[in-house]
């Protein structure tokens, strides 16, 4: 968890607090609001699983998404590689043109692969697609870590992306681009769009600026509302067990959501940003992280953007 406090924001920014009932109170930093709730429910959860002396199975299925976005790719997509392990998150993204890239995380044991496809028949005629991207977590400012950078990619100075050349398997019909986030920069969002050279044009999503890719953490599911323990590892104290929990919220008006979490005794904060796209069903934000511990100490919260400004009774439900 980062030491990072959060940065001033505006008061049409407002939290929003769903399923623990255990209220710790609110805290204003400069103009911003953060409600703060402890995971009691999760933390007697791992108690009961340590002393019965199994883990938590994974919650199966997933949840509907929008028509941009596929949760779980196609099992039969055949322009992912086929070394995939079944534990790596896949996803599907639908864009203006109607070209499918299919993206995948599978986790390393120092950070995380990010795999992109893209089948040539799916594409314009004549084009050699760019992925046109940048990193992000908790604002829209997209980064670029050199050691996530790969060879022979570029510097957009009119947009300050970073363009990547995806490369072409004849012989598969696919172009290809693998890339490594490390650990420590986890949870982190992978922003991107295609770009075209040939034709001097972007290719999106056909709502919001542009596609994200979850690294560290995943698209999780709408139910239920609040934070809900999906999986813990073994460990001989359960403050010490390796937890995924999901979290949910409802809110109809939003158009902006982010997770905020920290400890009770303010010893870190972190602050994750959730994609409209991949990290929405219907009228429920959602998200699902891992690698949490020691959840007694773990409080939470919202933080909601929208078009109703605070003065005006702007408010997120």
Request: contains cysteine; proline residues 8%.
């Amino acid at each position: 968890m980062s030491d990072q406090t959060p940065s001033a924001r505006t008061m049409s920014r407002s939290c929003v607090l769903q399923g623990v009932p255990a209220v710790l109170g609110c805290t204003v930093y400069g103009s911003s609001l953060h409600a703060r709730r402890f995971l009691p429910v999760a933390a007697r959860a791992v108690c009961q699983q340590q002393h019965a002396g199994h883990s938590c199975a994974p919650l199966q299925g997933r949840s509907r998404r929008s028509a941009q976005v596929v949760a779980a790719a196609p099992a039969a997509a055949p322009v992912l590689p086929k070394w995939l392990s079944p534990a790596a998150e896949k996803y599907r993204f639908i864009t203006n043109k109607r070209v499918s890239v299919y993206s995948a995380v599978q986790r390393s044991e120092n950070g995380y692969k990010v795999i992109f496809s893209i089948a040539g028949e799916s594409l314009p005629a004549g084009v050699a697609p760019k992925l046109h991207w940048g990193l992000y977590r908790n604002n829209p400012t997209w980064v670029h870590p050199q050691d996530v950078v790969p060879p022979d990619s570029w510097r957009d100075d009119a947009t300050g992306a970073m363009r990547s050349h995806l490369h072409y398997n004849e012989q598969q019909d696919v172009w290809a681009l693998e890339m490594h986030v490390p650990r420590h920069m986890a949870p982190v969002n992978l922003g991107f769009v295609l770009w075209y050279p040939e034709l001097s044009a972007f290719d999106g999503a056909r709502s919001g600026r542009h596609f994200a890719v979850p690294v560290g953490h995943s698209a999780g599911r709408p139910q239920p509302l609040g934070p809900t323990l999906v999986a813990a590892s073994q460990a001989s104290r359960p403050q010490d067990a390796a937890c995924t929990m999901n979290f949910a919220v409802f809110s109809r008006h939003a158009t902006q959501m982010w997770l905020c979490l920290m400890r009770a005794d303010g010893s870190g904060y972190l602050e994750v940003s959730l994609d409209p796209i991949t990290n929405k069903s219907g009228d429920v934000w959602h998200v699902q992280l891992s690698g949490l511990k020691d959840v007694a100490g773990l409080v939470y919260g919202w933080r909601a953007n929208g078009a109703g400004p605070w003065a005006e009774g702007g408010r997120f439900h």
